[in-house]
Structures are given as C-alpha cells and as structure tokens.
C-alpha cells in the first residue's frame, strides 16, 4: 500500500456510520440485573424496538413495557443504514392499481408518524422530507416508468415521472434515463432519531437495559427471557431483531443476513454538490438487481450504497458478526459511486461501515403475532426497506396487541408466510454461487 493510500485509509472513521459520528459521548441506561416482570419484553433497541415501545407507552400508559437491547439503542441496521425514508414495500409489484395505493398509503403513514414525532416533541434530528427519485438505467424500463405513473397517479399515488432532461434538474448522473419521483420520500439520522427518544420513554416509564443481550427465550403463557444478568417475565414479548432474529430460534429458515456496505463522504457545501451532478432532493435509488442507493443530509455529506455484489455480503451460517475486512466491498461501491458521479474522483471518503439487513426469499417482510398463547410478536425481513417498515411495525404490532389490526389485514407484510430458504452448507454454496453466474441475488416470488 502507497503510503498516500494509507493515510487516506487512516482518515477514514473505519466501520462507525456517518449518523453516529460527530455526536457527543453517549451514556447507555443500566444493563439488567436481576428479575424483571413485565407485560410486554421488546427485544431489540432499534427502529421496530424504539417504535413499538412507544407506540404501546402512547396508547396503553397503564400497560408495563421494558425493551431489552444486546449493546446500545441503534447500532445495528438502525444505525447503520443509508438514510432513505422510502415508500412502497419490497418484493410487491405495483401492477395492481388498487392494492399498489394501498401499500403507498401504508408507508407513506410510516413516514407521516415519525415526522409527526419529530415535529411535535422538537427533536434534534437531521431529518428531510423533499423527495427521492428512482432512477431508470435503461430506455425500456424508462418507458414503463412513465406509464406506471400515469396509472398510479390516476388513482391518487402522488408521483411524477422525470424525462432524463428534466431528471437533470434534479441529478445529473451517467446513464439515467428517466425517474420516478416521489415528494413524500425522505432522509433521517436514525442514530439521532432513536435515542432522542430515549428521555421522552424512560418519562413513560419505559424500563430501558442496555448491554444486555437475550440468551434465551422460554415459551408460554407467561414468557421467559434469560439474560447474563437476570430474567425478564413478559405476558407478551416482541422480536424487534430483525437480522438477528434467528440467534433467537426464530424465522432461521426464513431470513438470509446479509452485511451491506456503505461510504459516505466528507462535508461539501450545496454548490459543490451541485456542480458534481446533485442538484435538489433527499436521494436517489436505481433499478438494478443490485441496488445502488445515495443519500445527501442536511450537513452535505453523501451517503452511497450498494451497486454491485460485493457491495453485499452473506457469511457462512448466516452469521451477523461481520469481522473480516470489508475493503473490496467497500471499493466496489466506491467505483460504482464513481461511475454515477465521474466528477466526485477528488472527493474525499471520510466514513465507512458495514450494516447488517434481513432479506427473504421474496423480499416482502413479515408482521404479525405467532405462539401456542400467540403472544409473540415479530416484525422481520425488510429487506433494504426497513427505515420507513421499521418505523410502521411498531404501530402495526401495537394495533395487533389491542386487537385492533383490521385495516393492516390487506398489506402483504400482514402475516406473511415466508418462503424456505435451505440449511447451509446448500445456503452458503446457492447464495455465492448464484451471484457469481448470474450477477443477481437468489429470489423467488411469493
């Protein structure tokens, strides 16, 4: 390694997201000691975690509610993420008029809630709300856009279809032809977002235990939890583990981990960026298999996923602890950054991480409630959309410990049945050696 490439490489906040970067020391809440009863045990101090915990405290304040979190509030995808608050959910074709405005309206009230949240308890959040764009790599698909928008506007989906011309305004990337673009779509710091809840949960009483992993879960009228440090006796308990859901004995047949990486690059004021090629909006995804995703906060850096295979990464025995060097993954993305912005080659990477997302074999996820006493609750498989899903799941799962869930019957996340994903090694040996031939991930549709 040149030693301009090394000190390059030790400029660079190796493995800690743009979003927990820069902020000051933070002090997580007392791990667990002892025994705990309450009536509803959240596993999991991410998006669906954070969420359902204060969806259940908003609505049900007489109801005891603790969340248990292995490390810290948002260090796993919640923290480690792109930033884009999308509509619509993976793995759903919208050929389907009727049911594509049913999806849309789903999520864009996943992202009306945490606005709302934001908003009304003046949160510190980098938090936009200025749309995204899907951009078309091929004239054919281009085409197809712009139909699709005019069925799906007819029936109330706010879109617009931008001609590559007009794209321009928005992005100036090489080989765009086209995009749809989506004004309700945004960005958030959901390192920011999520412990700038912590004080207003703990004021409801939420009981929050950091660094205290679950060891065990012992099904049954009144479920067990076992922690290094005590017990937890819940009523009900919901995994809000999404990834790591398996380590539980939940969904391993289910879900595949996969660890993405991602960069993002120093500050730039607006008129650097936009003479680079961005010129307005939250972000941007393509149409490839492998999806290439970009971001832009409010404090000028760019956040860049994706693009090609190596930008994904799926460890044997669907392990979630990635600790093994990242770095082709990383200069893939960085290339393929590149190839959209030609212009950004001076442009310094000053942070680089690596998430870990669950994808099923369909990419549609799964919400709902399961158990002999059904008081397991679960919300998994976002694959790639969990920001806005994640942030929906808690007052989607609250709405099911009510009983009142009838309006979230018709989306397909509403007890999804996921389709089996085989044991390793056929796991492992199918997944690589199906990227390599194909350029692709594995999928079947549901």
């Not at 049900?60 to 993420?81: D, I, Q």
């Not at 149409?287 to 994904?312: I, P």
């Amino acid at each position: 390694m040149s030693t301009e490439a090394a000190t390059l490489l030790d400029e660079i906040d190796e493995n800690r997201s743009v979003w927990a970067a820069g902020k000051p020391p933070y002090e997580p809440q007392p791990k667990l000691e002892g025994d705990l009863v309450c009536d509803v045990a959240i596993i999991g101090g991410g998006f669906t975690g954070v969420s359902t915990a204060w969806h259940l405290s908003e609505l049900l304040p007489h109801k005891s509610v603790a969340l248990l979190e292995a490390k810290v509030l948002a260090n796993g995808a919640s923290g480690r993420n792109g930033g884009l608050m999308l509509n619509w959910v993976n793995g759903v074709e919208t050929t389907d008029t009727e049911r594509a405005k049913l999806v849309y309206d789903a999520t864009r009230e996943g992202i009306d809630i945490v606005e709302r949240i934001i908003r009304d308890n003046a949160l510190p959040v980098r938090f936009r709300r200025d749309g995204t764009n899907e951009i078309f790599t091929d004239p054919a698909r281009a085409e197809q856009g712009a139909r699709d928008v005019e069925r799906l506007s007819k029936a109330g989906v706010p879109l617009r279809f931008l001609s590559a011309s007009e794209l321009r305004e928005h992005l100036q990337l090489q080989g765009a032809c086209g995009a749809i673009h989506d004004p309700t779509a945004g960005q958030i710091d959901g390192v920011a977002f999520i412990r700038a809840q912590l004080p207003l949960l703990l004021g409801r009483g939420v009981r929050i235990c950091e660094n205290t992993p679950v060891l065990g879960v012992e099904e049954g009228k009144t479920i067990t939890l076992r922690t290094p440090h005590g017990t937890v006796r819940a009523g009900a308990v919901v995994l809000a583990t999404n990834a790591y859901t398996p380590r539980l004995g939940y969904f391993k047949r289910g879900i595949v981990p996969l660890h993405s990486h991602a960069i993002a690059t120093e500050p730039l004021d607006e008129a650097t960026w936009s003479e680079l090629g961005w010129r307005q909006g939250a972000g941007f995804s393509d149409d490839l298999d492998r999806v290439a995703y970009a971001s832009l906060t409010k404090d000028g850096e760019l956040v860049f996923g994706g693009g090609s295979n190596a930008a994904y990464d799926y460890v044997y025995g669907s392990r979630t602890r990635f600790d093994r060097p990242a770095d082709k993954g990383y200069a893939a993305v960085h290339a393929r950054f590149l190839e959209y912005f030609p212009k950004a080659k001076s442009v310094r990477i000053a942070h680089r991480w690596t998430g870990t997302v669950a994808v099923t074999m369909s990419r549609v996820c799964t919400m709902g409630v399961m158990g002999e006493h059904r008081n397991i609750y679960y919300a998994v498989g976002f694959s790639g959309h969990g920001i806005t899903l994640a942030n929906l799941a808690g007052r989607v799962l609250t709405d099911l410990y009510v009983g009142a869930d009838e309006r979230w019957r018709a989306q397909p996340f509403y007890q999804q049945k996921l389709l089996y994903i085989p044991p390793e090694p056929l796991r492992w040996a199918g997944y690589h050696a199906f990227t390599k031939l194909t350029g692709k991930s594995p999928r079947r549709h549901a």
